[in-house]
């Protein structure tokens, strides 16, 4: 396979329970700060209220549009004002939208679920609404965007794989401009299916760290604004960063559980570093998956281990919670952030190293070298995405 050309970052947009906008994000990340709490978007009949990380989404409820696309919506408009595009300046231009999610919003109604199994002709105004709500349809109609969209649902790889699906796009000469990320909206179904897979934290969740049981889910969006050098060059634009390469893999083991060798990660990891051209030396961190739960984080050491020997890495999820369908574009933001700053944040919630995981995270902000850093997503049904991004111009 031979290696990609880098595709320019312009624009960075984030909300989710860190903060209202990427800044805010940022500043928790480097202060250590986490509000895990019960659930205050709706109710359980769980004896434990397992903790969430819900986002402050301030913008308020728009008819037709479900909470997904409306987290969507503010991070992409931050983006699009951080590269310096408005929608009008955007017109007649090739601009596509690419967006991964789980959920989207598609569990959200269920009182017409409900009057739907007891024999009742409900109204259809609610699947009329959840069809209107796909994130990236969501967006274009919303910004006037009319190159391709696609809303990629692939488990928690989803946004991940938005970002390197969006990068091929302007690589392939399809698009001047995409939008690319995720979102996910946090809800009681999901809460509900989680609890019962027993991989929650009744406390605050604990990447890599001995006494972890499990994940704290949280909601929130990620977006980048991914353009094309013809058009970044007309306009004299620096980047912000740059998308290097991508590898995606799935080893098909379990519906849930990572392959205990980590295989489809591996594979993802020798893509993103051979399309990129990087060597593991080149790499100044991971932002790992890191989601809490014992599997995860057992085969996530073991393969960073093997193939990232000393590359320090950590986990973003104790300050976000589990994004779900957000979360790997969600770090990939943050993950540039980090490059542009030099340094990243501590793994919050370690404390204890696992004798049984050969490499652990690191435990205070840490200066970093070099100019490349990879963000990974490992997700169900065997599904494993791997980013390599570079530091934009300075």
């Known amino acids: 396979m031979r290696k990609h050309l880098p595709v320019a970052v312009t624009g960075l947009g984030c909300l989710c329970a860190a903060g209202a906008d990427l800044a805010e994000c940022m500043a928790s990340l480097f202060a250590g700060k986490r509000q895990p709490k019960a659930p205050t978007l709706f109710t359980t009949g769980h004896a434990?209220?397992?903790?969430?990380?819900?986002?402050?989404?301030?913008?308020?409820?728009?008819?037709?549009?479900?909470?997904?696309?409306?987290?969507?919506?503010?991070?992409?408009?931050?983006?699009?004002?951080?590269?310096?595009?408005?929608?009008?300046?955007?017109?007649?231009?090739?601009?596509?939208?690419?967006i991964g999610t789980t959920i989207g919003g598609t569990t959200s109604d269920e009182g017409f679920c409900r009057a739907l199994r007891a024999g009742v002709h409900p109204d259809l105004a609610p699947m009329k609404r959840i069809l209107g709500s796909n994130p990236a349809r969501s967006l274009a109609r919303e910004f006037g965007f009319t190159g391709p969209s696609q809303t990629i649902v692939n488990a928690c790889s989803s946004?991940?794989?938005?970002?390197?699906?969006?990068?091929s796009w302007i690589r392939a000469g399809f698009c001047d401009l995409v939008l690319a990320g995720g979102a996910d909206e946090l809800g009681r179904v999901t809460y509900n299916g989680f609890t019962s897979l027993m991989i929650t934290?009744?406390?605050?969740?604990?990447?890599?760290?001995?006494n972890r049981k499990g994940l704290n889910?949280?909601?929130g969006a990620g977006m980048l604004v991914l353009e094309s050098e013809?058009?970044?060059g007309r306009r004299n634009k620096a980047a912000r960063g740059f998308v290097l390469g991508y590898g995606s893999a799935c080893d098909a083991h379990h519906l849930t559980a990572p392959h205990p060798e980590g295989l489809g990660l591996k594979r993802a990891l020798a893509e993103a570093l051979q399309c990129s051209g990087l060597t593991p030396d080149a790499i100044a961190f991971v932002n790992a998956h890191g989601t809490g739960t014992p599997d995860n984080d057992r085969v996530e050491s073991r393969v960073l281990s093997d193939v990232l020997p000393m590359v320090p890495f950590l986990s973003t999820k104790g300050y976000t919670g589990h994004t779900l369908?957000?979360?790997?574009?969600?770090?990939?933001?943050?993950?540039?952030?980090?490059?542009?700053q030099r340094r990243i944040p501590a793994n919050v919630g370690f404390s204890e190293p696992d004798p049984e995981l050969p490499a652990t995270p690191v435990r205070e902000i840490t200066v970093v070298q070099g100019a490349a850093a990879l963000s990974e997503s490992l997700a169900f049904g065997g599904n494993n995405a791997v980013l390599a991004l570079g530091r934009g111009e300075s």
């Open 159 to 167: 946004g991940t794989d938005a970002v390197g699906i969006g990068a």
């Open 201 to 210: 934290d009744e406390s605050p969740v604990k990447p890599f760290d001995k």
């Open 230 to 232: 013809m058009l970044r």
């Open 217 to 219: 889910l949280g909601e």
């Open 325 to 340: 369908g957000a979360a790997g574009a969600i770090e990939a933001v943050f993950t540039l952030a980090c490059l542009e």
């Open 48 to 98: 434990v209220a397992y903790p969430v990380f819900e986002a402050p989404l301030a913008e308020p409820e728009q008819a037709g549009l479900l909470r997904t696309s409306r987290l969507a919506l503010v991070a992409a408009a931050e983006a699009l004002a951080d590269s310096g595009w408005s929608p009008e300046a955007l017109r007649g231009k090739r601009v596509g939208v690419c």
